[in-house]
């Protein structure tokens, strides 16, 4: 069975740093896509960053630049390094895996960490 | 960026009854590869979001049959043929096209 669990989630200041990590098994995270979205209170869901099977990452426009994707094949786990926060990044961050090998879009959603940017 | 356009934003639908949900895409979804990249997903009150259907119609493992989607290029459909209580939440399509991935502003669900 699939599950992901995300964790690291917190209240910080603008212009600090967080990281968040998110847990898998049921699978092997390097042979997956891996995705970050996330949802701002109230609000709909933004993608914002994948990392593939070949260690390629992507990141959308409102992210580049402050965070970052990473993999930790031993753990199985990925994680998001969050820096120079804004009160815009306030949302509730989940990871996802693809559906299948080759296929970007989540398929697989964990239960999400909270992030609150605040001073 | 694809733009994904969900109508109607909110919905009330009697149990039993049928209820739909349309979402256009400001570009073809269809891969050269003949795969159509557009999903729906559900996001049940307090719950992260979950997958409903993959590739315009193909349901979910554990996705009731009461639950079907349609459509091709731009123009899709998520069909709930019998409405029922636990089927409220917003629902979301979703295009894994090209990034960025972009999803639908979320239709919201809810029962009369």
């Known amino acids: 069975e699939v599950q992901l669990v995300e964790s690291g989630g917190g209240l910080i200041q603008p212009g600090g740093s967080l990281r968040l990590s998110c847990a898998a098994s049921g699978f092997t995270v390097s042979s997956q896509y891996m995705s970050w979205v996330r949802q701002a209170p109230g609000k709909g869901l933004e993608w914002i960053s994948v990392i593939y099977s070949d260690g390629s990452t992507h990141y959308a426009e409102s992210v580049k630049g402050r965070f970052t994707i990473s993999r930790y094949n031993s753990k199985n786990t990925v994680s998001l390094q969050m820096n120079n926060l804004r009160a815009e990044d306030t949302a509730v961050y989940y990871c996802?895996?693809?559906?299948?090998?080759?296929?970007?879009?989540?398929?697989?959603w964990g239960q999400g960490s909270l992030v609150t940017v605040s001073s | 960026d694809i733009v994904m356009t969900q109508t109607p934003l909110s919905l009330s639908a009697t149990p039993g009854q049928p209820a739909s949900i349309s979402c256009k895409s400001s570009?073809?979804?269809?891969?050269?590869?003949?795969?159509?990249?557009l999903y729906w997903h559900l996001q049940k009150p307090g719950q992260p979001p979950q997958l409903l259907i993959y590739?315009?119609?193909n349901r979910f493992s554990g996705v009731p049959d009461r639950f079907s989607g349609s459509g091709s290029g731009t123009d899709f459909t998520l069909t709930i043929s019998r409405v029922e209580a636990e089927d409220v939440g917003v629902y979301y399509c979703?295009?894994?096209?090209?990034?960025?991935?972009?999803f639908g502003q979320g239709t919201r669900l809810e029962i009369k």
């Open positions: 570009q073809s979804l269809l891969h050269s590869n003949g795969n159509t990249y």
């Open positions: 590739e315009v119609s």
């Open positions: 979703m295009q894994g096209l090209q990034l960025p991935i972009t």
């Open positions: 996802a895996r693809s559906l299948t090998f080759g296929d970007t879009a989540p398929g697989y």
